[in-house]
Protein backbone atom coordinates (compact mmCIF):
# COMPACT_ATOMS: atom_id res chain seq x y z
CA UNK A 1 0.00 0.00 0.00
CA UNK A 2 1.42 3.78 -0.62
CA UNK A 3 1.18 5.58 2.12
CA UNK A 4 0.53 9.26 2.05
CA UNK A 5 0.69 12.32 4.05
CA UNK A 6 0.39 15.75 4.42
CA UNK A 7 3.53 16.56 6.27
CA UNK A 8 5.83 18.34 3.96
CA UNK A 9 8.08 14.66 3.68
CA UNK A 10 6.61 11.19 3.50
CA UNK A 11 8.34 7.93 3.59
CA UNK A 12 7.03 5.33 1.95
CA UNK A 13 8.59 2.08 2.80
CA UNK A 14 6.44 -0.48 0.46
CA UNK A 15 5.03 0.71 -2.70
CA UNK A 16 2.10 -1.62 -4.25
CA UNK A 17 -0.89 0.28 -4.72
CA UNK A 18 -2.20 2.36 -8.11
CA UNK A 19 -4.26 4.69 -5.69
CA UNK A 20 -2.43 8.55 -5.74
CA UNK A 21 -4.38 10.65 -3.94
CA UNK A 22 -4.40 14.65 -4.78
CA UNK A 23 -0.98 16.20 -4.04
CA UNK A 24 -1.29 20.07 -2.80
CA UNK A 25 0.17 22.36 -5.88
CA UNK A 26 2.80 23.90 -3.79
CA UNK A 27 4.57 20.44 -3.52
CA UNK A 28 7.87 19.70 -5.01
CA UNK A 29 7.99 15.27 -5.14
CA UNK A 30 11.22 13.89 -5.33
CA UNK A 31 11.11 10.23 -6.19
CA UNK A 32 13.77 8.12 -3.97
CA UNK A 33 14.82 4.96 -6.12
CA UNK A 34 16.92 2.89 -4.00
CA UNK A 35 17.49 -0.34 -1.68
CA UNK A 36 15.39 -0.60 1.28
CA UNK A 37 15.10 -4.52 1.81
CA UNK A 38 17.99 -7.02 1.10
CA UNK A 39 21.38 -7.26 1.21
CA UNK A 40 22.55 -3.64 1.14
CA UNK A 41 19.47 -2.11 1.99
CA UNK A 42 21.65 0.08 4.93
CA UNK A 43 22.46 1.78 2.11
CA UNK A 44 19.25 2.80 0.74
CA UNK A 45 17.93 3.48 4.54
CA UNK A 46 20.66 6.05 5.77
CA UNK A 47 20.45 7.65 2.13
CA UNK A 48 16.55 8.10 2.59
CA UNK A 49 17.16 9.72 6.65
CA UNK A 50 19.28 12.11 5.05
CA UNK A 51 16.78 13.17 2.42
CA UNK A 52 13.94 13.39 5.04
CA UNK A 53 15.93 15.48 7.26
CA UNK A 54 17.49 17.96 4.55
CA UNK A 55 13.80 18.49 2.98
CA UNK A 56 12.87 19.06 5.89
CA UNK A 57 15.23 21.26 6.89
CA UNK A 58 14.96 23.32 3.41
CA UNK A 59 11.32 23.22 4.17
CA UNK A 60 11.55 24.47 7.75
CA UNK A 61 13.19 27.83 5.93
CA UNK A 62 10.26 28.06 3.43
CA UNK A 63 10.65 25.70 1.23
CA UNK A 64 11.56 26.75 -2.35
CA UNK A 65 10.04 29.35 -3.51
CA UNK A 66 7.30 28.58 -1.14
CA UNK A 67 6.58 25.50 -1.87
CA UNK A 68 8.01 22.11 0.36
CA UNK A 69 9.64 19.48 -0.65
CA UNK A 70 8.13 15.42 -0.58
CA UNK A 71 10.35 12.72 -0.72
CA UNK A 72 8.38 9.53 -1.69
CA UNK A 73 10.74 6.78 -1.37
CA UNK A 74 10.22 3.57 -3.34
CA UNK A 75 12.02 0.20 -2.76
CA UNK A 76 13.76 -0.75 -6.11
CA UNK A 77 15.00 -3.96 -3.97
CA UNK A 78 18.68 -3.33 -5.82
CA UNK A 79 16.99 -4.41 -9.32
CA UNK A 80 17.29 -2.45 -12.07
CA UNK A 81 14.48 -4.33 -13.89
CA UNK A 82 12.11 -3.59 -10.58
CA UNK A 83 13.28 0.22 -10.78
CA UNK A 84 11.90 0.22 -14.22
CA UNK A 85 8.80 -0.69 -13.12
CA UNK A 86 8.56 1.80 -10.49
CA UNK A 87 9.71 4.10 -13.04
CA UNK A 88 6.49 3.65 -14.75
CA UNK A 89 4.44 4.04 -11.53
CA UNK A 90 6.15 7.35 -10.35
CA UNK A 91 5.60 8.65 -13.92
CA UNK A 92 1.97 7.80 -14.05
CA UNK A 93 1.87 9.58 -10.09
CA UNK A 94 2.63 12.88 -11.80
CA UNK A 95 6.31 12.80 -9.68
CA UNK A 96 8.86 14.67 -12.46
CA UNK A 97 11.99 14.72 -10.44
CA UNK A 98 14.10 10.95 -9.14
CA UNK A 99 16.91 10.41 -7.22
CA UNK A 100 18.90 7.11 -6.79
CA UNK A 101 22.38 6.64 -6.06
CA UNK A 102 22.87 2.87 -4.58
CA UNK A 103 23.76 1.15 -7.67
CA UNK A 104 25.66 1.60 -11.01
CA UNK A 105 23.18 -0.91 -12.90
CA UNK A 106 20.21 1.05 -11.39
CA UNK A 107 21.53 4.03 -12.62
CA UNK A 108 22.28 3.42 -15.99
CA UNK A 109 18.62 1.21 -16.43
CA UNK A 110 17.17 4.49 -14.98
CA UNK A 111 19.09 7.20 -16.92
CA UNK A 112 18.11 5.15 -20.57
CA UNK A 113 14.76 4.93 -19.61
CA UNK A 114 14.20 8.72 -18.37
CA UNK A 115 15.86 9.78 -21.93
CA UNK A 116 13.67 7.20 -23.98
CA UNK A 117 10.61 8.40 -22.06
CA UNK A 118 11.64 12.54 -22.28
CA UNK A 119 11.65 12.40 -25.72
CA UNK A 120 8.49 10.36 -26.35
CA UNK A 121 7.10 12.94 -24.09
CA UNK A 122 8.68 16.27 -23.94
CA UNK A 123 5.44 17.52 -22.42
CA UNK A 124 6.34 14.70 -19.53
CA UNK A 125 9.86 15.13 -18.75
CA UNK A 126 11.42 13.78 -15.69
CA UNK A 127 14.87 14.71 -14.42
CA UNK A 128 16.82 12.25 -13.17
CA UNK A 129 19.43 13.44 -10.14
CA UNK A 130 21.99 11.11 -9.24
CA UNK A 131 23.18 11.41 -5.43
CA UNK A 132 25.51 8.56 -5.94
CA UNK A 133 26.76 5.97 -8.49
CA UNK A 134 30.54 6.61 -9.12
CA UNK A 135 31.23 4.73 -12.52
CA UNK A 136 32.43 7.25 -15.01
CA UNK A 137 30.86 6.08 -18.09
CA UNK A 138 27.19 7.78 -16.65
CA UNK A 139 28.83 11.41 -17.20
CA UNK A 140 31.44 9.90 -20.52
CA UNK A 141 30.05 7.75 -23.03
CA UNK A 142 26.29 7.47 -21.59
CA UNK A 143 25.42 10.71 -20.74
CA UNK A 144 22.38 12.10 -21.05
CA UNK A 145 20.43 15.84 -20.77
CA UNK A 146 18.30 14.26 -18.01
CA UNK A 147 21.04 13.02 -15.83
CA UNK A 148 22.57 15.32 -13.32
CA UNK A 149 25.75 13.78 -10.94
CA UNK A 150 26.28 15.44 -7.59
CA UNK A 151 28.97 12.72 -6.51
CA UNK A 152 32.38 12.41 -7.15
CA UNK A 153 32.86 9.53 -10.04
CA UNK A 154 35.73 6.75 -9.74
CA UNK A 155 38.28 8.72 -12.26
CA UNK A 156 38.08 12.30 -10.12
CA UNK A 157 38.27 9.83 -6.70
CA UNK A 158 41.46 7.62 -7.68
CA UNK A 159 43.24 10.97 -9.10
CA UNK A 160 43.21 12.84 -5.89
CA UNK A 161 44.04 8.86 -3.59
CA UNK A 162 47.02 8.08 -5.89
CA UNK A 163 48.28 11.54 -6.17
CA UNK A 164 48.10 10.95 -2.31
CA UNK A 165 49.62 7.66 -2.75
CA UNK A 166 52.34 8.57 -4.82
CA UNK A 167 53.96 11.33 -2.73
CA UNK A 168 54.49 8.35 0.57
CA UNK A 169 58.14 6.77 -0.13
CA UNK A 170 57.08 4.37 2.40
CA UNK A 171 54.64 2.64 -0.05
CA UNK A 172 56.44 -0.25 -2.60
CA UNK A 173 53.69 -2.79 -2.72
CA UNK A 174 49.97 -2.44 -3.29
CA UNK A 175 47.08 -4.69 -3.14
CA UNK A 176 43.81 -4.22 -5.27
CA UNK A 177 40.43 -5.42 -4.00
CA UNK A 178 37.29 -4.28 -5.59
CA UNK A 179 33.71 -5.40 -6.46
CA UNK A 180 33.17 -7.23 -9.34
CA UNK A 181 31.24 -4.39 -11.20
CA UNK A 182 31.67 -1.38 -13.61
CA UNK A 183 32.72 1.01 -10.60
CA UNK A 184 35.33 -1.59 -9.26
CA UNK A 185 37.06 -2.76 -12.31
CA UNK A 186 36.72 0.90 -13.01
CA UNK A 187 39.20 1.58 -9.90
CA UNK A 188 41.07 -1.82 -10.50
CA UNK A 189 41.96 -0.30 -14.04
CA UNK A 190 42.39 3.54 -13.48
CA UNK A 191 44.51 3.15 -10.02
CA UNK A 192 47.10 0.94 -11.67
CA UNK A 193 47.37 2.64 -14.74
CA UNK A 194 47.71 5.84 -12.90
CA UNK A 195 50.29 4.25 -10.13
CA UNK A 196 52.39 3.25 -12.75
CA UNK A 197 52.67 6.65 -14.35
CA UNK A 198 53.17 8.32 -11.01
CA UNK A 199 55.46 5.69 -9.23
CA UNK A 200 56.94 3.37 -11.49
CA UNK A 201 58.57 2.32 -8.53
CA UNK A 202 55.35 0.73 -7.00
CA UNK A 203 54.63 -2.79 -7.22
CA UNK A 204 51.19 -3.80 -7.65
CA UNK A 205 51.33 -7.19 -5.97
CA UNK A 206 47.72 -8.43 -6.31
CA UNK A 207 44.31 -7.62 -7.74
CA UNK A 208 41.16 -9.12 -6.97
CA UNK A 209 37.29 -8.82 -7.98
CA UNK A 210 34.41 -9.92 -5.39
CA UNK A 211 30.53 -10.46 -6.22
CA UNK A 212 28.75 -7.45 -4.84
CA UNK A 213 26.96 -8.64 -1.40
CA UNK A 214 28.04 -12.14 -1.70
CA UNK A 215 30.72 -12.60 0.20
CA UNK A 216 29.79 -13.55 4.17
CA UNK A 217 34.00 -14.54 5.19
CA UNK A 218 36.76 -12.26 3.63
CA UNK A 219 39.16 -14.18 5.81
CA UNK A 220 40.63 -16.22 2.69
CA UNK A 221 40.86 -12.40 0.75
CA UNK A 222 43.15 -11.29 3.65
CA UNK A 223 45.29 -14.30 3.76
CA UNK A 224 46.14 -13.16 0.46
CA UNK A 225 46.93 -10.06 0.90
CA UNK A 226 49.35 -10.55 3.93
CA UNK A 227 50.97 -13.55 1.72
CA UNK A 228 51.63 -10.79 -0.95
CA UNK A 229 53.43 -8.61 1.19
CA UNK A 230 51.19 -5.91 -0.22
CA UNK A 231 51.92 -2.28 2.17
CA UNK A 232 48.61 -1.04 1.13
CA UNK A 233 45.26 -1.57 0.28
CA UNK A 234 43.25 0.11 -2.58
CA UNK A 235 39.50 -0.90 -1.97
CA UNK A 236 36.24 0.62 -2.59
CA UNK A 237 34.16 -1.96 -1.41
CA UNK A 238 31.19 -0.58 0.67
CA UNK A 239 28.34 -1.01 2.87
CA UNK A 240 28.18 -4.69 4.34
CA UNK A 241 30.81 -5.81 2.32
CA UNK A 242 33.35 -2.92 3.59
CA UNK A 243 32.37 -3.32 7.28
CA UNK A 244 32.97 -7.47 6.28
CA UNK A 245 36.34 -6.78 4.88
CA UNK A 246 37.31 -4.53 8.07
CA UNK A 247 36.40 -7.14 9.96
CA UNK A 248 38.38 -9.94 8.72
CA UNK A 249 41.48 -7.20 8.36
CA UNK A 250 41.27 -6.72 12.11
CA UNK A 251 40.79 -10.33 12.92
CA UNK A 252 43.82 -11.38 10.50
CA UNK A 253 45.96 -8.34 11.76
CA UNK A 254 46.14 -7.23 8.54
CA UNK A 255 49.40 -5.20 8.50
CA UNK A 256 48.65 -2.78 5.26
CA UNK A 257 46.94 0.57 5.41
CA UNK A 258 43.25 0.44 4.00
CA UNK A 259 43.47 3.30 1.40
CA UNK A 260 39.05 3.78 0.32
CA UNK A 261 36.58 5.62 -1.02
CA UNK A 262 34.07 4.25 1.27
CA UNK A 263 35.82 3.10 4.92
CA UNK A 264 34.66 6.30 6.62
CA UNK A 265 31.10 5.87 6.63
CA UNK A 266 29.64 4.82 10.06
CA UNK A 267 29.74 0.90 10.53
CA UNK A 268 32.71 0.92 9.20
CA UNK A 269 34.97 2.11 12.80
CA UNK A 270 32.51 0.03 14.71
CA UNK A 271 33.42 -2.57 12.86
CA UNK A 272 37.22 -2.39 13.44
CA UNK A 273 37.14 -0.79 16.77
CA UNK A 274 40.73 0.83 17.82
CA UNK A 275 42.86 -1.34 14.91
CA UNK A 276 40.84 0.46 12.59
CA UNK A 277 43.38 3.87 13.14
CA UNK A 278 45.20 4.98 9.90
CA UNK A 279 42.31 4.06 7.70
CA UNK A 280 42.33 6.09 5.24
CA UNK A 281 39.16 7.79 3.70
CA UNK A 282 38.64 9.59 0.46
CA UNK A 283 35.81 11.97 0.67
CA UNK A 284 33.54 15.02 -0.38
CA UNK A 285 33.58 15.93 3.34
CA UNK A 286 33.72 15.23 7.19
CA UNK A 287 32.49 16.49 10.69
CA UNK A 288 36.35 17.49 11.69
CA UNK A 289 36.83 20.34 9.09
CA UNK A 290 36.22 23.01 12.39
CA UNK A 291 33.53 24.66 9.78
CA UNK A 292 30.33 25.58 11.95
CA UNK A 293 28.14 24.93 9.58
CA UNK A 294 28.73 21.29 9.22
CA UNK A 295 29.17 20.65 13.00
CA UNK A 296 25.34 22.51 13.64
CA UNK A 297 24.20 19.77 10.62
CA UNK A 298 26.23 16.60 11.95
CA UNK A 299 24.62 17.69 15.38
CA UNK A 300 21.06 18.50 14.56
CA UNK A 301 20.67 15.01 12.36
CA UNK A 302 22.42 13.06 15.58
CA UNK A 303 19.49 14.40 17.27
CA UNK A 304 17.17 13.25 15.21
CA UNK A 305 18.45 9.76 14.27
CA UNK A 306 21.11 9.28 16.88
CA UNK A 307 23.53 7.97 13.98
CA UNK A 308 26.32 10.08 12.02
CA UNK A 309 25.32 12.39 9.47
CA UNK A 310 27.82 11.48 6.79
CA UNK A 311 25.97 12.28 3.11
CA UNK A 312 27.17 15.73 2.27
CA UNK A 313 26.55 14.94 -1.63
CA UNK A 314 22.94 14.46 -1.10
CA UNK A 315 22.83 18.04 0.70
CA UNK A 316 24.55 19.18 -1.65
CA UNK A 317 21.88 17.47 -4.41
CA UNK A 318 18.81 19.48 -2.87
CA UNK A 319 20.80 22.52 -2.32
CA UNK A 320 21.92 23.20 -6.05
CA UNK A 321 18.75 22.07 -7.32
CA UNK A 322 16.94 24.60 -4.88
CA UNK A 323 18.81 27.13 -6.07
CA UNK A 324 18.28 26.04 -9.97
CA UNK A 325 14.72 25.69 -9.19
CA UNK A 326 14.85 29.41 -7.83
CA UNK A 327 16.79 30.78 -10.83
CA UNK A 328 14.80 29.13 -13.34
CA UNK A 329 11.57 30.53 -11.64
CA UNK A 330 10.06 27.30 -12.21
CA UNK A 331 9.83 23.69 -11.25
CA UNK A 332 9.56 22.31 -14.90
CA UNK A 333 12.12 19.74 -15.37
CA UNK A 334 13.53 21.40 -18.78
CA UNK A 335 13.87 24.52 -17.77
CA UNK A 336 15.27 23.34 -13.81
CA UNK A 337 17.66 21.10 -15.72
CA UNK A 338 19.07 24.34 -18.24
CA UNK A 339 19.07 26.64 -15.08
CA UNK A 340 21.62 23.50 -13.06
CA UNK A 341 23.65 23.15 -15.99
CA UNK A 342 27.02 25.28 -15.17
CA UNK A 343 25.54 26.18 -11.46
CA UNK A 344 28.11 27.25 -9.10
CA UNK A 345 27.10 26.72 -5.16
CA UNK A 346 29.51 28.12 -3.00
CA UNK A 347 29.57 25.24 -0.22
CA UNK A 348 31.38 26.02 3.30
CA UNK A 349 34.57 23.80 1.78
CA UNK A 350 34.53 26.10 -1.26
CA UNK A 351 32.67 26.31 -4.31
CA UNK A 352 31.22 23.61 -6.59
CA UNK A 353 29.61 23.29 -9.73
CA UNK A 354 27.98 21.63 -12.19
CA UNK A 355 29.77 21.19 -15.33
CA UNK A 356 27.48 21.79 -18.18
CA UNK A 357 29.64 19.47 -20.68
CA UNK A 358 28.86 16.37 -18.76
CA UNK A 359 26.85 17.07 -16.44
CA UNK A 360 29.04 16.39 -13.42
CA UNK A 361 29.88 17.94 -10.16
CA UNK A 362 32.91 19.38 -9.36
CA UNK A 363 33.76 19.73 -5.82
CA UNK A 364 36.97 19.72 -3.69
CA UNK A 365 37.52 16.05 -2.01
CA UNK A 366 39.24 15.19 1.18
CA UNK A 367 42.06 12.53 2.10
CA UNK A 368 41.63 11.73 5.61
CA UNK A 369 42.53 9.48 8.23
CA UNK A 370 40.51 8.01 11.05
CA UNK A 371 42.22 8.33 14.48
CA UNK A 372 41.72 9.41 17.87
CA UNK A 373 41.68 12.83 19.58
CA UNK A 374 39.18 14.31 17.15
CA UNK A 375 36.43 16.68 18.24
CA UNK A 376 34.31 14.62 16.36
CA UNK A 377 34.00 10.49 16.49
CA UNK A 378 32.42 8.12 14.22
CA UNK A 379 30.16 5.18 15.45
CA UNK A 380 30.98 6.81 19.25
CA UNK A 381 34.13 5.07 18.87
CA UNK A 382 36.27 7.55 20.22
CA UNK A 383 37.63 7.34 16.27
CA UNK A 384 37.41 10.62 14.04
CA UNK A 385 38.30 11.60 10.56
CA UNK A 386 41.51 13.95 10.35
CA UNK A 387 42.42 16.00 7.60
CA UNK A 388 45.49 14.62 5.32
CA UNK A 389 45.05 16.72 2.15
CA UNK A 390 42.40 18.98 0.34
CA UNK A 391 42.12 18.47 -2.63
CA UNK A 392 40.60 21.46 -4.44
CA UNK A 393 37.76 21.47 -7.04
CA UNK A 394 40.34 22.59 -9.78
CA UNK A 395 42.89 19.65 -9.02
CA UNK A 396 39.87 17.06 -8.52
CA UNK A 397 38.51 17.38 -12.05
CA UNK A 398 39.01 15.29 -14.34
CA UNK A 399 38.40 15.38 -18.61
CA UNK A 400 34.83 14.22 -20.15
CA UNK A 401 34.41 12.48 -23.24
CA UNK A 402 30.51 13.26 -23.34
CA UNK A 403 28.96 14.19 -26.56
CA UNK A 404 25.77 15.68 -24.77
CA UNK A 405 22.10 16.04 -27.18
CA UNK A 406 20.32 18.77 -25.61
CA UNK A 407 16.54 19.50 -26.32
CA UNK A 408 15.29 22.89 -27.68
CA UNK A 409 13.88 25.25 -24.64
Known amino acids: MLHRSRCWSVVVWLFMAAVHPAVAQDTIRIAFVDPLSGPIAILGTRALKHFQFLADRINSMGGIDGKKLQIDAFDNEGSPERSLILLKQIIDSNIRYITQGGSTPVAYALSDAVTKHNRRNPDKSVLFLGWGNTDPGLTNEKCTFWHFRFDAEINMRTKALTDYMASLPKIKKVYLLNPDYSSGIQVERIATEMLRA ?38 MNYGPDMILFAKAAKQGNLNATLYTFFGGYPGIPAAVG ?21 EQL ?40 YALEGLRYETPVGEAWMRKEDHQIIEPLFISVLTDGQKFDIDHTGLGLKTLRKVTARDAEVATTCKMERPAH
Request: aromatic share 12%; charged share 25%.
Open 298 to 337: SKDYEKRYGEDFFHWKIALTLYMLSKAMTEAKSVDPLKVA
Open 198 to 235: KRPDVEIVGSERIPLGKIQDFTPYVAKIQASGADSVIT
Open 274 to 294: ESGKGLIFLSEWHSNLGIPEF
